[in-house]
């Protein structure tokens, strides 16, 4: 083979090089955010208000919902003491650009919807890069089916059933909304469809929904170097050695664009975002691809918000967003009618 033009002939070493130094960059970010954000996770919990009991809810911990020994597929329960059931239900998926983070990193989001009345199953999932996809997308279907079987004996409702996720577990979550309204080809997807039990409402918050061309976001609006390279990590992390051709469930924005009808009804969506979120726009897209199939969707946009600013709920504009969420679920679960596409008073989406 004739050398390349210019490099010697050292082509492909170079390109082995690269990758090699994109891997190692990918690892180390890694572990220095995982460090940092369990650290605050773990330090959070020293504060009074962290302690359950103070909120009337009791807390079932590293229950298994897959018989295989793995720490990855293990999933929290929150159960509130204090009311009466059968409890609506809220299974949630944690974010992290899907390799890393975990159940223990997201106790608030947990602790904040069964202070609120809700039997919260909080799980956790395989990462990559070790973990591609699918694995993330079968583990949290698997975590449905678990939860699906066991809800109603810890107290559950399952006639009142949310799944929530914030960024990449937005992702998974709407991911989860797809397979139990479509039937797909995938056996694992299929099994979900099976269950014959929908969601009543998906709450994916600030969510990363279409994985493949993680460059879009910048063709849009200038980026951080550091922002921009943290999204191709997330794509190339997640969709190492996919086949390009079977990631549907990787880019569910994709799916609903598309314009399908599903096959049974696709739960109402409540879509937060902020309007400094770099993933702002796959929100933008995602409620008018909702609207467009006819599936009830609010998305409320907050001013001058960052990625994920509803997990500090200390903050004046997460207590707002908070109050949304359970204004949406309590005006849903009740049987009400939702309104289709709208934003919250005070937002501006043309500012998005």
């Not at 130094?21 to 208000?49: G, I, K």
Request: hydrophobic letters at 40%; glycine letters at 8%.
């Amino acid at each position: 083979m004739a050398p390349r033009s210019g490099d010697g002939g050292r082509g492909p070493v170079r390109g082995s090089l690269e990758r090699f130094r994109t891997e190692v960059r990918q690892r180390a970010q890694t572990r220095v955010s995982e460090t940092v954000l369990r650290a605050m996770a773990t330090a959070a919990r020293l504060h009074p208000m962290a302690n359950p009991e103070r909120h009337q809810v009791e807390v079932i911990r590293d229950v298994p919902y897959m018989d295989d020994g793995l720490v990855d597929h293990r999933l929290d329960v929150y159960r509130p003491t204090g009311r009466p059931g059968p409890h609506p239900i809220v299974m949630y998926v944690h974010g992290g650009g899907f390799s890393l983070l975990s159940k223990d990193t997201h106790w608030v989001m947990a602790l904040v919807y069964a202070r609120f009345g809700y039997l919260v199953f909080n799980i956790s999932y395989r990462l990559a890069p070790r973990h591609p996809f699918p694995a993330a997308v079968m583990d949290t279907l698997a975590a449905y089916e678990w939860v699906v079987a066991n809800a109603a004996s810890m107290g559950g409702d399952l006639s009142r059933l949310v799944v929530a996720g914030e960024s990449a577990g937005a992702n998974l979550v709407t991911a989860l909304s797809l397979a139990t309204s479509y039937r797909r080809p995938e056996p694992w997807a299929r099994r979900a469809f099976d269950l014959d039990i929908t969601p009543r409402v998906a709450v994916p918050a600030c969510g990363i929904f279409q994985v493949s061309d993680a460059g879009r976001f910048a063709r849009r609006r200038r980026l951080p170097y550091v922002v921009r390279m943290t999204l191709e990590d997330i794509a190339s992390c997640y969709l190492r050695g996919c086949d390009p051709g079977a990631i549907d469930l990787a880019d569910p924005l994709l799916v609903l664009e598309r314009g399908e009808a599903p096959d049974r009804p696709l739960p109402a969506f409540f879509l937060p975002v902020g309007t400094r979120d770099p993933l702002l726009d796959d929100t933008r897209r995602m409620r008018r691809a909702l609207e467009h199939l006819g599936v009830p969707v609010q998305a409320h946009y907050y001013r001058g918000e960052m990625h994920a600013f509803h997990a500090l709920v200390f903050r004046e504009r997460a207590r707002d967003c908070w109050a949304d969420i359970f204004a949406f679920l309590d005006q849903h679960l009740r049987g009400a009618a939702v309104p289709v596409a709208r934003v919250a008073p005070g937002s501006d989406e043309s500012a998005a």
